[in-house]
C-alpha cells in the first residue's frame, strides 16, 4: 500500500532526482491538484445522493465558469476561486451522471423485465470470462452448486421476433461450466435468460443491482441451462488491449498450475495476477476475518516490489537511471492493468509514473500532489470506483503513510547515543537495528490499523485485532512470494525449467502464509463482528482525522486529539448499542428466497426468530439474516425457533452463532430425530457452543412482555409423515392482534389444524410451503380468513390459482419474491404492512371481522 512513498524515498538519493516535499502544513493545501480532487469528488458525492440530471449540472458547469470569467480580473477577491470549485463539482456530478446513469434508447435493458426473459444476443465480451470454483460440500446446504462463468457483454444486436434489431448497453453473463479460447475481445452469440438485476430485497442488504449499476450494468443473461450458449462468431482479441492482457493472464496461470501443488494454485494466482474467482469463499473468508486481505489484494506492495526490483536490476543492466525511470513507469503500469487495472493498484501506477516522469524533467514532486493525481485519475476512469471500499481504503492507507507517520515533535540527534552506539559489537548493531525496524513495522501497522478499522468495519461488520500481530510478518512473505513469483512468472514465459529454485522459493513462502492466517484464524479474540456503524459518525471520524493530519496546532497536540477521538469512539459504541424504547410489535419476513426466517422484535426488547434458513445455503445468514439485524441494532437473539428440520429452515444457524449471541433454541419433538447430515451438523454445533435447548408442542404458550406465542401443532406425537406434516405453526398475539406462522405445513399436519382445530381469524397468515398450491388451500382461508397473507418464497411468484383463493376471503397476498421483505408493526391503534422493494403500505384498522379498513400507500 506504500508505493508511492517508497519509491519516491529510493529515487530521491540520486543527485538529478526530484525531492518529496513532505512539509504537510503547507504542502498539501498549496497543491493545485488537491482542491480540484476535491472538487470532482464532491460533485460525485453530490450526484449519487440527488441523482441530479445531466443538463441541470452542465448548465451549472457552465454558468459557474461563466461567473469565475467575469471576476478573475479581480485579484483581490477570493470570488473566482468559489466560483471555479463550484464550477468543478458541477463538472463532477454532471461527468458521474454521464458514466453511472446516462444510456442509449436501445439499450437492452429496455428490452427485458424483471422476470427472465429468454433472448439471443450478440456483441463484444468487453471484460472475461472468468471461471468461479465451485463451493466446497456442505451438509448445510441443500443444493450442489458448480461452479460457473462470469463475463461483461457489450451488447450489438438481439433477436426479438425472430429479427436481429441494433441493440447496447453492458449485460453481465453468467453461464456454466468454463468457456474454452474465449477472451476479451471475441464477438460471440449467446442465448440464455435475461432479467433486471434485482435491488436488495431486505433493508442493511448488499445492493447487488447498485454494485452492477456503478459499472453501467443493469440486466444479467443466465446460460447455466444451456451449456452449448456460447459460439464465437470472431476472434477478436488480437485487435483488443484487454484481449492481450487476458491472453498473458492465462498463460501466467498455466506457469502457475504447472509449477505449484493444487492446493497453492489458487492463493499463487490471486497475489500475482489478480485472480479472484481462483479461490473459493472460504479461501477468502479466512484473509478476511484476520484483517489481513490487503496483503492478496493488488495494491501498492505489488507496485511497490516490481519497481524496487526493476530500479534495482536495471542500473548493474548498464541502463541509464533516467532511461530506467521510463521503463519502470511503463512496467508498473503494464503489470496494473494485467491485474484488472483496480483503483489500489492504479493509484499505486499513477503514483510510481508521477515521480517517474518528474524524474525524466528534473522536477520537484509534491506527494499532495501525487496523491490527488492519482485519486483523479481513478475518477476520470471510474468515477464510482471512488465509493469502494478497496479504493477509499488504499487511499486512506497511503495518505496515513505518507503524511500520518510524522513525528508530531522533533527528535534530537544525540551525539552521546550516537558514540555509545558504535562502540558496541557490529552483531549488536545489527540487532538494535532489526528489533528497531520491527518495533517500527508494527507501529506503522497498528497507526494504519486505526485509521481504516471504522471504515472498514462499516463495511464487512467486523473488527480484526489479529492483524495487527500478523501483518508484519506476512508482508515480509508475501514480499518474498511476489518476487519469486514474478521471477517465475518471467522465466516460466521462455524456458520452465529455469523456474524450479524460485518456484520452490514461492511455495515455501505461501505455505507459511497459509500457516500464519489458519492459525491466527483460530486464536482466541482474533476478530469479532459489530452492528452497523451510523454514517453521521464515521463523517465526524474522519473529518477529524484530516484536520489532525493536515492542521499542525492539532498535530502538536496529539495527546488531547486522541482523549477526543477515544470518546468519539465512546459515543459511537453507545450510539450503536442503544436502542429506543418501542410500543410495539414488529414482525419481519425476509425475503430470502426459497427458505424462511421471520424476525420478531417484541416491545420489551427481545428478538426472536422463527426459522433460519435457504435454499441456497448457509451464506443466507451472511448475505440476509445478519444485515438486517445490524441494520436494526440487533447484537443479541433471544430465541430461534425451527420450524421443522427441513435444510432451507435451519441451515444459516452456524453462521447466526458466528456473529450474534443467542440465548436458546427450540423445536419441535421430531426435530432431532432426523437422520440427515444437517441436521446432526446442526445439533453438533450447537452442542459446542453451549446453546440451551428446548422442545414445544401444541398447547405451550410462549410469553415475551406482552407478545404470546401460543403452539397449535404439532402435538407431542405425530402425525405420520415427512417432516412437513409436523411444522411448528405459532399464533402471535399482540395488542389484539394475530399472526398465524405456519412453517411448510401440509398433508395431515394441515388437515388437523384446519379440522380439529377450532376456526382463528387472524389479520396476518404465513402461507404454508413457500406458496404451494397443494397447501394454501381453500378450507385454510376460510379457517383463518386472513386479512393479508405473505408467502416467503424465491422464483416463481406466487400462483393466481392461490392468489384467488386468498381474495375470495378480502384477503390481501404478498410475497416476499417480488414485494421483498414484508415487515408487521402491531400497535394498539392498527396494523402497519410494508414492503421494502416495491414500498408499499397497507394500514389495517378495527377488529370487527369484516369491519375492518384497509388502504394501500406507495
Not at 98 to 127: C, I, M
Not at 590 to 618: F, M, N
Amino acid at each position: 500500500m506504500s508505493s508511492a512513498p517508497v519509491v519516491s524515498a529510493n529515487l530521491s538519493s540520486a543527485p538529478v532526482q526530484p525531492a518529496l516535499d513532505a512539509r504537510l502544513p503547507r504542502s498539501i493545501w498549496r497543491a493545485p491538484l488537491v482542491p480540484a480532487a476535491l472538487a470532482l469528488s464532491g460533485g460525485a458525492l453530490l450526484d449519487r445522493q440527488l441523482s441530479l440530471p445531466l443538463p441541470v449540472s452542465l448548465l451549472a458547469a457552465g454558468a459557474f465558469l461563466a461567473a469565475w470569467s467575469c471576476v478573475q480580473a479581480n485579484r483581490h477577491s477570493g470570488l473566482p476561486l468559489v466560483y471555479l470549485a463550484l464550477a468543478g463539482v458541477a463538472f463532477g456530478a454532471a461527468y458521474h451522471h454521464y458514466r453511472r446513469d446516462t444510456y442509449a434508447v436501445d439499450d437492452v435493458f429496455h428490452y427485458t423485465k424483471a422476470g427472465p426473459v429468454p433472448v439471443q444476443l450478440r456483441g463484444l465480451l468487453e471484460e472475461g470470462p472468468v471461471h468461479r470454483r465451485a463451493p466446497a460440500e456442505d451438509p448445510l446446504r441443500s443444493l450442489a452448486r458448480a461452479g460457473d462463468t462470469v463475463a461483461v457483454l457489450r451488447v450489438c444486436e438481439i433477436r426479438s421476433g425472430g429479427n436481429w434489431l441494433p441493440a447496447s448497453g453492458r449485460v453481465r453473463v453468467v453461464g456454466t461450466a468454463d468457456w474454452p479460447e474465449l477472451y476479451c475481445g471475441d464477438v460471440v452469440d449467446i442465448v440464455g435468460q435475461l432479467a433486471w438485476a434485482a435491488p436488495p430485497g431486505n433493508p442493511g442488504e448488499f445492493d447487488f443491482a447498485g454494485y452492477l449499476r456503478d459499472q453501467g450494468i443493469r440486466t444479467i443473461l443466465t446460460a447455466r441451462k444451456t451449456p452449448q450458449a456460447v459460439t464465437r462468431l470472431e476472434r477478436g482479441w488480437p485487435m483488443s488491449l484487454q484481449g492481450w492482457l487476458a491472453v498473458i493472464r492465462g498463460r501466467g496461470l498455466r506457469i502457475l498450475r504447472e509449477t505449484l501443488p493444487p492446493h497453492q494454485e489458487g492463493l499463487a494466482a490471486a497475489l500475482l495476477l489478480g485472480e479472484d474467482a481462483s479461490m473459493s469463499r472460504a479461501e477468502w473468508d479466512k484473509y478476511i476475518r484476520t484483517g489481513v486481505l490487503h496483503v492478496l489484494a493488488i495494491s501498492g506492495q505489488h507496485l511497490m516490489i516490481l519497481a524496487g526490483v526493476l530500479w534495482f536490476a536495471l542500473p548493474r543492466l548498464g541502463v541509464r537511471q533516467r532511461h530506467g525511470a521510463g521503463i519502470v513507469a511503463l512496467v508498473v503500469l503494464s503489470y496494473a492493468l494485467l491485474t484488472g487495472g483496480r483503483p489500489p493498484a492504479l493509484r499505486s501506477a499513477v503514483a510510481v509514473c508521477a515521480v517517474c516522469g518528474a524524474l525524466l524533467l528534473r522536477r520537484r514532486v509534491l506527494p499532495a500532489n501525487v496523491f490527488a493525481l492519482s485519486w483523479s485519475v481513478v475518477f476520470l476512469i471510474r468515477p464510482t470506483d471512488l465509493f469502494t471500499a478497496g479504493c477509499l481504503l488504499s487511499f486512506l492507507s497511503v495518505a496515513v503513510l505518507i503524511w500520518g507517520v510524522q513525528t508530531p515533535w522533533p527528535r534530537p540527534d544525540d551525539p552521546l547515543a550516537r558514540l555509545i552506539d558504535q562502540t558496541r559489537p557490529a552483531w549488536q548493531r545489527m540487532l538494535r537495528r532489526l528489533g528497531q525496524g520491527v518495533l517500527m513495522s508494527y507501529a506503522l501497522t497498528a497507526l494504519i490499523w486505526l485509521a481504516v478499522t471504522p471504515l472498514a468495519a462499516s463495511r464487512y461488520q467486523m473488527i480484526s485485532p489479529v492483524g495487527l500481530l500478523l501483518g508484519p510478518p506476512l508482508v515480509v512473505l508475501t514480499t518474498v512470494a511476489l518476487f519469486a513469483g514474478f521471477l517465475v512468472l518471467l522465466l516460466g514465459m521462455a524456458a520452465l525449467p529455469l523456474t524450479a529454485p524460485f518456484a520452490l522459493l514461492l511455495q515455501h513462502s505461501l505455505a507459511f502464509c497459509e500457516f500464519l492466517v489458519a492459525h491466527g484464524d483460530r486464536l482466541p479474540c482474533a476478530y469479532f463482528y459489530i452492528g452497523s456503524i451510523p454514517d453521521w459518525w464515521l463523517g465526524v471520524f474522519y473529518l477529524g482525522l484530516l484536520a489532525v493530519l493536515t492542521q499542525g496546532p492539532l498535530r502538536r497536540h496529539w495527546r488531547g486529539a486522541s482523549i477526543v477521538g477515544l470518546g468519539w469512539l465512546c459515543a459511537g459504541l453507545a450510539a450503536g448499542a442503544a436502542r429506543l424504547p418501542n410500543d410495539e410489535l414488529r414482525c419481519t419476513f425476509l425475503a430470502v428466497g426459497h427458505g424462511g426466517c421471520t424476525v420478531i422484535e417484541t416491545p420489551d426488547g427481545r428478538t426472536i426468530l422463527y426459522d433460519a434458513g435457504s435454499l441456497v445455503g448457509p451464506d443466507v445468514t451472511r448475505r440476509q439474516i445478519a444485515p438486517f439485524l445490524w441494520q436494526r441494532g440487533i447484537r443479541r437473539i433471544d430465541e430461534v425457533i425451527f420450524s421443522h428440520a427441513d435444510l432451507d429452515h435451519f441451515n444459516g444457524i452456524g453462521e447466526l452463532l458466528d456473529r450474534f449471541a443467542v440465548g436458546q433454541v427450540t423445536w419441535t419433538p421430531t426435530f432431532a430425530d432426523k437422520p440427515t447430515p444437517g441436521v446432526q451438523l446442526a445439533l453438533r454445533i450447537l452442542g459446542q457452543r453451549g446453546i440451551p435447548q428446548r422442545i414445544v408442542k401444541a398447547g405451550d404458550r410462549l410469553t415475551a412482555g406482552e407478545a404470546v406465542l401460543e403452539v397449535l401443532h404439532p402435538p407431542a406425537v405425530g402425525p405420520d409423515g415427512n417432516e412437513n406434516t409436523r411444522s411448528l405453526v405459532l399464533l402471535l398475539r399482540h395488542a389484539g392482534h394475530a399472526i398465524l406462522l405456519t412453517g411448510d405445513l401440509e398433508g395431515k399436519g394441515l388437515q388437523r389444524v384446519v379440522s380439529d382445530l377450532p376456526p382463528h381469524p387472524v389479520e396476518v397468515l404465513m402461507a404454508p410451503h413457500h406458496g404451494s398450491h397443494l397447501t394454501n388451500t381453500a378450507e385454510l382461508a376460510q379457517w383463518a380468513r386472513p386479512r393479508v397473507v405473505v408467502s416467503c418464497q424465491g422464483r416463481p411468484p406466487l400462483s393466481p390459482e392461490v392468489q384467488q383463493r386468498y381474495r375470495q376471503v378480502g384477503a390481501q397476498v404478498l410475497d416476499t419474491y417480488q414485494h421483498g421483505a414484508v415487515t408487521i408493526r402491531s400497535h394498539a391503534s392498527g396494523l402497519v404492512i410494508e414492503t421494502f422493494r416495491t414500498k408499499e403500505r397497507l394500514a389495517i384498522r378495527g377488529r370487527n371481522g369484516a369491519n375492518y379498513t384497509g388502504h394501500r400507500e406507495k
